[in-house]
């Protein structure tokens, strides 16, 4: 009760409340792929390729196995909430609300606190911190690698992977994704007297610097599948936190938000 007198009063986030143990149980979720099921996993379906690899490399195998169960999550809840749009809702793209969206918000919120934990705890670049970061705001004020890793680097199969990969990024992130923040924009022009003025930082900066880090990560991508067939694989293990670095780029937008990795 505490915590959600906080969040509700002391916060003003009047509409979270009956979320917190939904946003609890997400973080506790997401933390036991992270820690316990994606280890298990991986030692038991890639003993080879995931034993023999380094604390660090083995932390971003299960940041991946994690940011998938999350996309098989949030991405048929997110499709349901659209498709179950009431139409007063509809027309309020500002203020609008409905608890099927609240607690879909929070299991995001969820994920992505312990997204932003692995990012500072494990650090290895900024941007992630600052995806996460990012989003646990955006998400929370409310109310996306494995073939190099099982030796098919530089395969027919990963150019088919990576080519739907690339096409499905930039299609839902950059294209799609960048539409709905045009429109946001265009919302948030006609209700900004009505915000206050933190709200306005967070979400019309929040959303700037995320579309900026999917663009740039979007080249990394490319980058990094044109280096699976124009080098040979690296074997060594000095290779090991490079490659690290280059699987989380390649990820699905980068920090662990869900998407297929190569």
Same mark, same amino acid.
Not at 104 to 131: E, P, R, S
Not at 134 to 142: D, E, R, Y
Not at 165 to 180: A, K
């Given at each position: 009760?505490? #915590? ?15 979320? !917190? ?11 036991? !792929?992270?820690?316990?099921? %994606? ?9 080879? %390729? ?66 932003? #934990? ?42 088919? /992977? ?44 929040? /959303? ?5 880090? /999917? ?9 990094? @599948? ?22 989380? @780029?390649?990820? /699905?937008? %980068? ?8």
């Amino acid at each position: 009760m505490g #915590l959600e007198y906080f969040l509700g009063h002391t916060l003003g986030l009047t509409k979270i409340p009956p979320h !917190v143990p939904t946003i609890l149980w997400s973080f506790a979720g997401f933390t036991f !792929v992270h820690l316990v099921l %994606a280890p298990w996993i991986c030692s038991r379906w890639f003993p080879a %390729a995931y034993g023999t690899k380094s604390r660090a490399v083995k932390n971003t195998w299960g940041i991946h196995v994690t940011s998938q169960v999350h996309c098989f999550i949030i991405v048929p809840a997110a499709f349901y909430c659209i498709l179950t749009e009431t139409p007063d809702r509809a027309l309020d793209k500002a203020f609008g609300w409905s608890e099927t969206t609240g607690f879909v918000h929070g299991i995001a919120v969820g994920y992505f606190i312990w997204d932003l #934990l692995d990012a500072i705890i494990n650090f290895i670049d900024i941007g992630y911190v600052i995806h996460a970061f990012a989003c646990c705001l955006v998400f929370g004020m409310s109310y996306v690698m494995f073939l190099d890793k099982t030796g098919n680097t530089g395969t027919t199969f990963q150019l088919i /992977n990576g080519i739907f990969l690339i096409s499905s990024f930039l299609g839902v992130r950059l294209i799609y994704g960048g539409s709905i923040s045009i429109r946001f924009f265009f919302t948030l022009a006609k209700v900004w007297r009505d915000i206050p003025i933190f709200y306005i930082i967070v979400y019309a900066g929040g /959303n700037f610097i995320l579309q900026g880090l /999917n663009i740039y990560w979007f080249t990394k991508m490319i980058s990094a @599948l044109r280096r699976r067939f124009e080098q040979p694989p690296k074997v060594n293990g000095s290779a090991e936190a490079s490659d690290e670095q280059a699987s989380l @780029l390649e990820s /699905n937008g %980068a920090p662990n938000t869900g998407s297929g990795e190569y």
